[in-house]
RNA sequence: GCGCCAGUAGCUCAGCUGGAUAGAGCACCAGACUUCGGAUCUGGGUGUCGGGGGUUCGAAUCCUCCCUGGCGCGCCA
């Protein structure tokens, strides 16, 4: 906000200075500002000057001083401009722009750091989508908190978002049917059948409690199909049951999908068929081998890939391709999906997919986190879902909450590799900056409530007097509520989910910082509610913050 | 061999669309409350920002080469 009008005036001033013939007008910077690392610097600065003196070989002191002579400034904004170092120019907002802030906050309550930048255009977020041939496991907990929380953060700068789960149940596919016999050995061994799990099948116990549920359910009554027909029947039965879980284990977590979409679908209805001959007629697929493939070094990838096996079963790109086409056609202006780091090869040929059939590969974007790596103690967990090791995703959200388990999966940039110690989480979880802020957040809630019990009237937002607020560390909070619009329209713009984590620390922080050096209740009535009225304020923005990350706002703990 | 990600304080990581003296949490040490919740606050940092070269007023940030680690490179998903 102080940001966009500084840039404003910045960027006439600019003009102006040129218009008088003070400035070459050759020289076109952009304005940017940025926040000073060291707070003498003031709350905004800019190397405006710096960048222009090296396009015009004038002395950068000196520009600056002549953008500051054509400089208008907005009424009440800014308390102190100054040029300093090698030539920036350095802005301190006033305290009446701080108190502004506040005043802001009680007036828009929950609306507060909405925008409508986005212009109401529809985004589908795709993420998790885990294959149904087993629980979640941890790193799918992941993949869900920046999911969700990127789908809150493009909702709050004004975009109709969907969440969608996409189900890889192909009964076609190898891997389906490598776990679907699996299953058959496992429900065979139930009944006291001998019979072994294939080498390359699904090693985990899960499958065992997978099959005695089956039996338990539905008894020997597969036993005398034959093979083929047993092995759809056994996996059509397990596929609801895993959909389920997953669902529950999502929702556990907080986070719901507006739909779930089934691979099957695209093959029932002949999709994945019609891909294919888009491609084909496009001329980006050729027969080569016995089978068809993609040709994909023509759109920037290494190599072509296999769209139809020889024996006729579509790939996995050729489900992923018509499945991309499917969103397109549902008329999304813009898709994300979120894929783990075993999908990285995989980025390349589906974007030339979607090339392929026409589309505009720039409203398509893939992120790509990295992996989660689990601890307990010292001893690392090898997590392989073929191997059998699974940590359940499910397991970690009972042992430590919701709260913890998705405040730690934001808390570092989607890019580097998160090592999550499973008792250190379960045993220090008390250590967790989680409860930092949410402590934060149950002290002004008992603030409030003591001040009701002392009968202070909680202040009518008109008739507070905010120029009581004048400590730095008051102002310093009102600067911080202040920051709160930027930083969501940024960690939306750029996909950095952990940037609100981060965010939410350092409003705990402020608070805490306020809280020891400022008495809310105190003797003074009019200090009192000005008091009031920023802690009110800060809760609405705790709130708005952890209400993006999906993490509670408690108020007693 | 090729591709993606990472390498910053004892540990875990921010900072990366170039800005001033490179930050936070944890750990460790020392302090702070007769009053609103001590799950708090305050103070304490001699870091080859993996290494070399380059670009420029200015590089942790951009380019390039190299080193180390993770992940991937299938007619698996």
């Not at 002191?61 to 090698?86: F, M, N, W």
Request: charged content about 25%; proline content about 4%; overall charge negative.
């Amino acid at each position: 906000m102080a940001k966009e009008l500084l840039i404003q005036a910045l960027s006439e001033a600019l003009t102006r200075a040129q218009t008088a013939g003070d400035i070459p007008e050759n020289a076109a910077a952009e304005v940017e500002l940025q926040t000073p690392r060291d707070p003498r610097h003031g709350d905004l600065s800019t190397g405006l000057a710096m960048v222009i003196a090296s396009e015009t070989g004038r002395p950068a002191r000196e520009v600056a001083e002549t953008l500051l002579r054509h400089l208008q400034l907005p009424e009440g904004l800014v308390d102190d401009i100054s040029v300093a170092g090698p030539g920036f120019v350095n802005f301190t907002l006033s305290a009446a722009w701080l108190r502004g802030i506040v005043r802001r906050v009680l007036d828009q309550g929950e609306r507060y750091g909405r925008s409508e930048v986005g212009g109401g255009r529809s985004l589908l977020l795709e993420f998790v989508s885990a294959n149904p041939t087993g629980p979640l496991a941890v790193v799918q907990g992941r993949a869900a908190a920046v999911g969700d929380t990127l789908a809150n953060l493009f909702e709050r700068i004004g975009w109709r978002v969907s969440r969608e789960y996409y189900v890889n149940d192909a009964t076609n596919s190898t891997q389906v049917q490598r776990f679907a016999e699996t299953l058959d050995a496992r429900y065979l061994q139930q009944l006291g059948k001998d019979a072994s799990v294939p080498e390359d099948g699904y090693q985990g116990e899960y499958v065992v409690d997978m099959a005695a549920e089956l039996v338990a359910a539905e008894g020997d009554r597969y036993l005398e199909m034959p093979h083929a027909e047993r092995l759809t029947a056994l996996y059509e039965y397990c596929l609801r049951q895993i959909v389920a879980s997953h669902k529950r284990d999502m929702l556990a977590f907080g986070v719901e999908f507006d739909t779930w979409f089934m691979e099957s679908s695209l093959h029932e209805n002949d999709e994945v068929a019609r891909a294919m001959e888009a491609l084909k007629e496009a001329g980006h697929s050729y027969e080569a081998d016995g089978a068809v493939w993609l040709r994909a070094t023509e759109l920037g990838d290494e190599q072509d890939h296999v769209l139809i096996r020889s024996d006729g079963r579509p790939s996995y790109l050729a489900g992923d391709i018509a499945y991309h086409k499917n969103k397109f056609e549902r008329g999304f202006d813009r898709l994300i999906d979120i894929w783990g780091p075993d999908h990285q090869g995989h980025v390349k040929r589906t974007k030339a997919g979607v090339q392929a059939l026409g589309y505009d590969a720039s409203r398509f974007e893939i992120l790509i986190h990295q992996i989660v790596r689990l601890f307990r103690g010292s001893e690392m967990v090898r997590m392989s879902k073929r191997a059998g090791d699974i940590v359940p995703l499910a397991g970690l959200v009972e042992d430590v909450g919701p709260d913890a388990a998705r405040f730690f999966f934001l808390m570092q940039s989607m890019d580097s590799q998160l090592d999550f110690d499973l008792e250190l989480a379960k045993k220090q979880a008390n250590e967790n900056p989680v409860y930092y802020v949410q402590y934060a957040h149950a002290r002004i809630c008992s603030i409030l409530r003591e001040a009701e019990e002392r009968g202070v009237r909680l202040p009518q937002p008109d008739a507070v007097n905010l120029d009581r607020l004048e400590a730095p560390d008051e102002l310093g909070l009102a600067r911080k509520l202040g920051d709160l619009p930027d930083e969501i329209q940024q960690a939306a713009e750029r996909c950095e989910t952990h940037r609100m984590t981060r965010c939410a620390r350092e409003l705990g922080a402020a608070f805490h910082s306020f809280y020891t050096n400022c008495r809310v209740l105190n003797d003074d009535a009019e200090l009192t509610a000005a008091r009031l009225s920023l802690v009110q304020a800060v809760r609405t923005t705790l709130r708005i913050v952890l209400d993006i990350i999906g993490v509670s706002a408690p108020e007693k703990m």
